[in-house]
């Protein structure tokens, strides 16, 4: 192989490789006092084509030359482990000052491999320092509301400081504001009040996962500064009512947080509620592109069941119905899994909101449980007098293995009895030998009457004891048939009797026969009509009086023309 070759294919898997792993991370600020610890929290989202782990790793801070080790900077979670492609996660970074520290604002950067932000934290030093409380400061509101939070700084020097002012970094398009708006002086000890104000932007993303968005309030002069971080949370405008959850005939109302309990494999699961806009009838702020969706964390040998359902536009301060059904899959093990409920949209100023519940799904095999999950029949109409095929499959989803299953096919009505005793089936979930099918062909006899029958197929544990059923609708058509009629015609006269042969006609089932016959004595039929002796006598006369005038005419006209 030329070595040109080689070198594209290599460069071919490199970007592959690379873009399985792409992701992306925002950047994180916080400020810490020295000798103390302090949290930021950045976004690591995977935009590859594949679930992938991810390893976070950070530089040293630098700060006019001063240095923050990174042996002092430490991540929530590391590596970040079986992140979604599509999906993002939050990592809280722990930062930690030591006590002989200088202060300054530092820097360096946070990679996931290949993907960078910047970590900046601010460091203030105890002795001629501005304590900022509380410290982070949180404020919330719905896409475009106004907020306002209130914080104390005070002077814990032991001088004066004098010309200090508030500002901020970050959330330019928030339009922070303060109170005082000028400068002012404290003195040692002194503290003093400070609001601060914003607008939250009406197309500010309010999912969850957004969340908090993030700016630095210092107060300074040209010498000493504090600062804390301001945390602002955009409310989303979405709200789930009226959840409901239904399995093994049962209905159980569901809230955030809660566990659903005894669910077996094989069920049938229905959850159904309502989605409502937050949003206050006026102004009308109308929520698109709803969508729901349902994510069971590795039930299913592994790997997720997932599930969605789309509603219409939702108006302010109203709501729109949705309804998801699954099946639990029959090698699901005993466990408890994560459920997540997620609605998600986009209002008309382009904010996106979401809810996000999560539920416990609780998974319980019973001991013995011998699940019908194939009843097929290869027709669901046919005429009798024809044979029709129903393919079985039963399931082991119990916690023993058994070699006393049943299976029983009946219908009374068809004269179908069918019974296999001792089958043998696995309890491992997902292995072939915890399965058993069958196909049955039976007749449907011609003495059948046209109707619908029902086929019932029972599962028994050791035999006897009973364990599923379920039954299929077979409908039979009426066979087609034929009949025969009889039909004497008779004339009579003073000195004879005409006896003609029988007319036989077959009906066909679903046609309607013609009118019978009838005829007077004396009558022969002729043209559809019945006529006597004399009168069929008296037209046959006239006709060979007419044939012998046409031979005539004939014989005239050669002689004419010769």
Avoid at 95 to 109: A, D, F, L
Avoid at 189 to 217: C, D, F, M, W
Avoid at 340 to 369: C, Q, S
Wanted: a negative charge; glycine letters at 6%.
């Amino acid at each position: 192989m030329k070595k040109p070759l080689i070198f594209v294919m290599l460069f071919a898997i490199l970007l592959a490789l690379d873009v399985l792993g792409a992701a992306t991370i925002t950047d994180v600020a916080t400020h810490v006092t020295v000798n103390t610890s302090n949290s930021g929290t950045t976004e690591i989202a995977n935009t590859g084509n594949a679930t992938n782990n991810f390893t976070l790793t950070v530089t040293n801070l630098t700060s006019n030359g001063n240095i923050l080790d990174n042996s002092n900077i430490a991540f929530s979670e590391n590596p970040v482990i079986n992140l979604t492609n599509g999906t993002s996660r939050n990592i809280t970074v722990n930062v930690t000052v030591p006590v002989n520290q200088t202060e300054g604002t530092y820097t360096g950067t946070i990679t996931a491999d290949g993907a960078a932000s910047t970590l900046t934290v601010v460091v203030t030093t105890a002795d001629h320092q501005l304590l900022l409380t509380p410290n982070p400061l949180t404020a919330s509101g719905a896409p475009g509301d106004n907020f306002t939070a209130t914080f104390t700084v005070k002077n814990v020097g032991t001088e004066t400081l004098t010309s200090l002012k508030a500002r901020s970094t970050e959330l330019e398009d928030y339009n922070l504001t303060f109170a005082p708006n000028g400068v002012f002086n404290l003195a040692s000890g002194e503290t003093k009040t400070v609001n601060v104000s914003g607008r939250l932007p009406q197309n500010v993303n309010a999912k969850e996962k957004n969340n908090p968005h993030t700016a630095i309030i210092f107060i300074n002069n040209s010498n000493k500064q504090g600062s804390l971080n301001l945390d602002v949370t955009a409310e989303s405008m979405l709200n789930f009512d009226d959840i409901v959850i239904d399995y093994n005939g049962e209905s159980e109302d569901l809230e955030n947080g809660e566990n659903v309990q005894e669910i077996r494999p094989g069920d049938k699961i229905t959850i159904s509620g309502e989605v409502h806009n937050l949003f206050d009838a006026s102004p009308e702020i109308q929520i698109e592109e709803v969508k729901i969706t349902i994510i069971i964390e590795d039930l299913d040998d592994g790997n997720d069941i997932e599930e969605e359902d789309r509603v219409k536009d939702i108006d302010s301060d109203d709501n729109e119905n949705f309804e998801i059904k699954f099946d639990v899959p029959g090698n699901a093990e005993d466990d408890k899994y994560r459920m997540t409920i997620e609605a998600e949209g986009k209002d008309e100023n382009g904010a996106r909101h979401n809810i996000i519940w999560v539920i416990g799904f609780e998974v319980d095999r019973l001991p013995y449980m011998i699940k019908i999950t194939k009843a097929t029949l290869s027709k669901t109409e046919i005429e009798c007098g024809n044979t029709v095929d129903l393919a079985v499959r039963i399931e082991n989803i119990g916690r023993n293995e058994e070699d006393e299953v049943e299976l029983a096919v009946k219908s009374t009505s068809l004269g179908i009895n069918e019974r296999i005793k001792n089958i043998y089936i696995d309890n491992r979930p997902g292995d072939p030998d915890s399965k058993y099918s069958k196909t049955f062909t039976f007749d449907v006899g011609e003495d059948v009457k046209a109707g619908t029958y029902g086929i019932d197929i029972t599962t028994y544990y050791k035999n006897t004891r009973l364990s599923d059923s379920e039954r299929v609708n077979l409908v039979v058509k009426s066979c087609a048939t034929a009949t025969t009629t009889t039909s004497t015609i008779a004339t009579t006269s003073t000195s004879t009797t005409i006896t003609f042969p029988t007319i036989t006609t077959t009906t066909i089932k679903g046609q309607t026969p013609g009118p019978a016959v009838t005829q007077r004595p004396g009558e022969i039929e002729w043209l559809g009509g019945g006529v006597d002796e004399k009168t069929l006598l008296n037209v046959l006369l006239l006709g060979a009086g007419l044939v012998a005038l046409i031979i005539v005419l004939l014989y005239l006209l050669v002689v004419l023309f010769k």
